[in-house]
T-cell receptor
Framework: AQSVTQLGSHVSVSEGALVLLRCNYSSSVPPYLFWYVQYPNQGLQLLLKYTTGATLVKGINGFEAEFKKSETSFHLTKPSAHMSDAAEYFCAVSDQGTNAGKSTFGDGTTLTVKP | NAGVMQNPRHLVRRRGQEARLRCSPMKGHSHVYWYRQLPEEGLKFMVYLQKENIIDESGMPKERFSAEFPKEGPSILRIQQVVRGDSAAYFC?????????????FGPGTRLLVL
């Protein structure tokens, strides 16, 4: 069984500050990990994903995430927040034995960016 | 290339009525996934379909819910005799395959409200 915990349902940062959204997962087999962003009244857009290889993954809009197996974490970061980053962010996990559609999602973190 | 289309975007039904949600995948995509998102929660997998076949419906409620993806036309998620607990956002996603390397593209969702 897989699970995802996103620490902090709401995160607020100032424009230009570091963004850190936390995600911890559990999986009985090596995981595939994803971060998605959802803007109001829209669907999810893939920010980045980890499948195999390099543990530091770079995504769109300046975001990156690092897979840390020992900590079962896949935290999302961005060095400098922009107003347009305000959205809801979802971490998801699926294992290598199942198809990608059966990802398990966290409950989401709402990011607010203050001017 | 148009993205994933879902209609209607908003649907209001009274208890006991039927709800039909439509999803047109991106051109060239033959894999469709349906998810449900309850308020303040992440997405929950419902069903995975390929053209004319249900591949995995492990996330679908056993009663009142059904899905299809005919050879021609959109994928349909059908909810019979809706109840208030069915109120949620329903998203579909499509991909060219079920491999983790393939990105899933999400539609904007259908927000169902059951009165």
């Amino acid at each position: 069984a897989q699970s995802v915990t996103q620490l902090g349902s709401h995160v607020s940062v100032s424009e230009g500050a570091l963004v850190l959204l936390r995600c911890n997962y559990s999986s009985s087999v090596p995981p595939y990990l994803f971060w998605y962003v959802q803007y109001p009244n829209q669907g999810l857009q893939l920010l980045l994903k980890y499948t195999t290889g390099a543990t530091l993954v770079k995504g769109i809009n300046g975001f990156e995430a690092e897979f840390k197996k020992s900590e079962t974490s896949f935290h999302l970061t961005k060095p400098s927040a922009h107003m347009s980053d305000a959205a809801e962010y979802f971490c998801a996990v699926s294992d290598q034995g199942t198809n990608a559609g059966k990802s398990t999602f966290g409950d989401g973190t709402t990011l607010t960016v203050k001017p | 290339n148009a993205g994933v289309m879902q209609n209607p975007r908003h649907l209001v039904r009274r208890r006991g009525q039927e709800a039909r949600l439509r999803c047109s995948p991106m051109k060239g995509h033959s894999h469709v996934y349906w998810y449900r998102q309850l308020p303040e929660e992440g997405l929950k997998f419902m069903v995975y379909l390929q053209k004319e076949n249900i591949i995995d419906e492990s996330g679908m409620p056993k009663e009142r819910f059904s899905a299809e993806f005919p050879k021609e036309g959109p994928s349909i998620l059908r909810i019979q005799q809706v109840v208030r607990g069915d109120s949620a956002a329903y998203f579909c996603a499509s991909s060219t395959s079920n491999l983790h390397q393939e990105t899933q593209y999400f539609g904007p969702g259908t927000r169902l409200l059951v009165l």
